[in-house]
Nanobody
Framework: QVQLVESGGGLVQPGGSLRLSCAASGFTFSTYAMNWYRQPPGKERELVASISSGESTKYTDSVKGRFTISRDNTKSTVHLQMYSLKPEDTAVYYC?????????????WGQGTQVTVSS
């Protein structure tokens, strides 16, 4: 059974930092790409960052230069290090992965962790 559990969210002031973690189990973690999504209040979910099994990374433009995604395959964990946080970064952050079986994509999600950036 695939399980993704996020942690590390909280309340921070603008300009502050947080490090999110996602503990994965139930699949061969090292062979899967991992993603961080976020959903601000009243807005749609968006992809924030991705890391491939080969550890190449991609970021949405709004977080480029401020966020860093990384993975630790020995601990089956993916991280999102966030610097210079802005109020618009406030959202529920979700860990995600997927697999394709017979041309159909299956997505797996964690429960989410709340990040609030406010004075």
């Amino acid at each position: 059974q695939v399980q993704l559990v996020e942690s590390g969210g909280g309340l921070v002031q603008p300009g502050g930092s947080l490090r999110l973690s996602c503990a994965a189990s139930g699949f061969t973690f090292s062979t899967y790409a991992m993603n961080w999504y976020r959903q601000p209040p009243g807005k749609e979910r968006e992809l924030v960052a991705s890391i491939s099994s080969g550890e190449s990374t991609k970021y949405t433009d709004s977080v480029k230069g401020r966020f860093t995604i990384s993975r630790d395959n020995t601990k089956s964990t993916v991280h999102l290090q966030m610097y210079s946080l802005k109020p618009e970064d406030t959202a529920v952050y979700y860990c995600n992965t997927h697999r394709v079986i017979y041309f159909k994509q299956y997505d797996y999600w964690g429960q989410g962790t709340q990040v609030t950036v406010s004075s």
